[in-house]
């Protein structure tokens, strides 16, 4: 029975007091990790919305280059085309007069022709 009164004996109350201990260390851990986490959130969200501006930027940047560069392709669609609506116009005004002065000669020897 000696050794038996060296021993300290736990009570229940003792044994609740320890896991109310290490329940308020892991409850205080767990604040900690909460905090952390939260934190880290918000760097995150900071970043992305910085991203998210960059991103919005650039895209409008290159909308407004391409749209430039579809106008400035348009007219010189438009330019080319204009010079070969120029070209079909002289070119058949004078395929036209060259076919006009054919059938007036060709009329005028009929004509002759019928006279002999």
């Known amino acids: ?3 038996e009164q060296t021993i300290t004996e736990l009570t229940t109350r003792d044994v609740f007091l320890q896991v109310d201990r290490r329940l308020t260390l892991i409850e205080g851990d767990l604040r900690g990790l909460d ?3 939260e934190a880290l959130d918000m760097r995150l969200s900071t970043r992305i919305e910085a991203l998210d501006t960059r991103l919005s930027t650039r895209i409008d940047t290159l909308e407004v ?7 400035a392709l348009d007219l010189r669609m438009d330019d080319k085309i204009e ?16 076919t006009l002065g054919t059938m007036i000669a060709l009329a005028g020897l009929v004509v002759a022709v019928f006279k002999l």
């Open 1 to 3: 029975m000696g050794s």
């Open 35 to 37: 905090d952390k986490t």
């Open 65 to 71: 280059r391409l749209g430039d560069k579809i106008e």
């Open 83 to 98: 010079g070969l609506r120029s070209e079909m116009t002289t070119q058949l005004s004078a395929n036209l007069k060259w």
